[in-house]
């Protein structure tokens, strides 16, 4: 299979594997050449485009084997693109609606410490003159 080899009439994973095969390759020394894990070649030869994580990765990929073994790997890349990413159903974005807040008037923390009047203070003002009392009552 020469430059220009279109894809048509079999799989991408399936040119890749015997162009490979018929170049005496192995998946490993593609791996050690083109620095890319075997199992994503062994994934794009089976046509497992999921175990490749991203579309991008995979047309890389495509694109660089393809050319290593004297593909068009510009024309693979482009056909997993026409049959396979563009029928694959995108996840839904969707835009998330900020959380309203509740407005905290600053009028409502006074009037709060208003009423509560100084009880507070008087009561640990009582709680240190009873622990005082108790000391005095030990120590005599």
Do not use: C
């Not at 839904?92 to 609606?97: G, K, L, Y």
Request: proline letters at 4%; charged letters at 30%.
């Amino acid at each position: 299979m020469g430059r220009g080899t279109t894809v048509n009439e079999s799989s991408i994973g399936e040119v890749l594997r015997l162009a490979r095969e018929q170049q005496g390759l192995t998946l490993q020394d593609v791996s050690d050449a083109l620095n890319i894990k075997r199992e994503y070649l062994e994934a794009l030869e089976k046509d497992e485009y999921d175990a490749i994580p991203g579309a991008v990765f995979v047309k890389g990929f495509l694109r660089n084997y393809g050319n290593f073994l004297e593909l068009d790997g510009i024309a693979l890349a482009r056909e997993y693109k026409e049959n396979v990413e563009e029928r694959t159903p995108q996840p839904e974005v969707r835009t998330i609606m900020p959380v309203k807040k509740k407005k905290v008037r600053k009028d409502s923390n006074k009037k709060k410490k208003q009423r509560q009047g100084k009880w507070p203070e008087i009561t640990i003002i009582a709680g240190i003159i009873i622990f005082l009392l108790l000391i005095i009552w030990i120590l005599i």
